[in-house]
Nanobody, 128 residues
Framework: QVQVVESGGGLVQAGGSLRLSCTASGLTFGDYIMGWFRQAPGKEREGVSCISRSGSSTFSADSVKARFTISRDNAKNTLSLQMNNLEPEDTAMYYC?????????????????????WGQGTQVTVSL
């Protein structure tokens, strides 16, 4: 049984930092492209950052590119998202997801429906 669990969310003031983590079990971690997505109330789920199976290639949305860093450790089955200089607009539920499809990470990051497994999410709230 596949389990995907996110952690690290919380309440932070604007300009602060958080580090999100995601662990996955019940599958071969390195076989999957992974991504972080977020969804704010009343908005569609959007891709934040995605990373290739080996971790050698990453993609991040323009809104976070200069502030967020995605990374993975296949030996520990862990995906991370370092978020710096947080803004109130970053407030959302953040989800970790895994995709088995053989497509580019850029293409997949724009298509949440192509991801196979999802966690329950971790809430990030940024106050002024």
């Amino acid at each position: 049984q596949v389990q995907v669990v996110e952690s690290g969310g919380g309440l932070v003031q604007a300009g602060g930092s958080l580090r999100l983590s995601c662990t996955a079990s019940g599958l071969t971690f390195g076989d999957y492209i992974m991504g972080w997505f977020r969804q704010a109330p009343g908005k569609e789920r959007e891709g934040v950052s995605c990373i290739s199976r080996s971790g050698s290639s990453t993609f991040s949305a323009d809104s976070v590119k200069a502030r967020f860093t995605i990374s993975r450790d296949n030996a520990k089955n862990t995906l991370s998202l370092q978020m710096n200089n947080l803004e109130p607009e970053d407030t959302a539920m953040y989800y970790c997801a895994l995709a088995s499809k053989l497509r580019s990470i850029i293409s997949l990051c724009w298509t949440p429906s192509d991801f196979d497994y999802w966690g329950q999410g971790t809430q990030v709230t940024v106050s002024l």
